[in-house]
């Protein structure tokens, strides 16, 4: 056995035992019911059982806010003032390209 096949094994192992963990899956590796309805969201396991969970007493408004968090990507959304300086950089290229004279 290799130890590419040693990682992909251990690594299969340990998501059914989340699966498991999660009630996603029963002990014989069938889909259960929460882990059906887990799939039809598209999200993380762990994150549409939170959801799941969350609908179940009544706090899906405020749990909400996690998967969100979690799906932004965050380098995007922080500014900073190199992003404004190739911002002018690229306005003044494009006004000047266009310019009728």
Known sequence: MTLMTFV???????A???LF????????G???RIGKTMSELPLEPSL??????ANEYDCLTQALTVPA?????WMKMMKTDEDDELRCKTEKIRHTRFECV
């Open 69 to 73: 968090m979690l799906s932004v990507e």
């Open 30 to 32: 069938t889909i259960t």
């Open 8 to 14: 992909t094994v251990e690594s299969l192992q340990d």
């Open 21 to 28: 963990l999660i009630d996603a899956i029963d002990e014989n």
């Open 48 to 53: 549409a059982r939170t959801l799941i969970e």
């Open 16 to 18: 059914l035992k989340q």
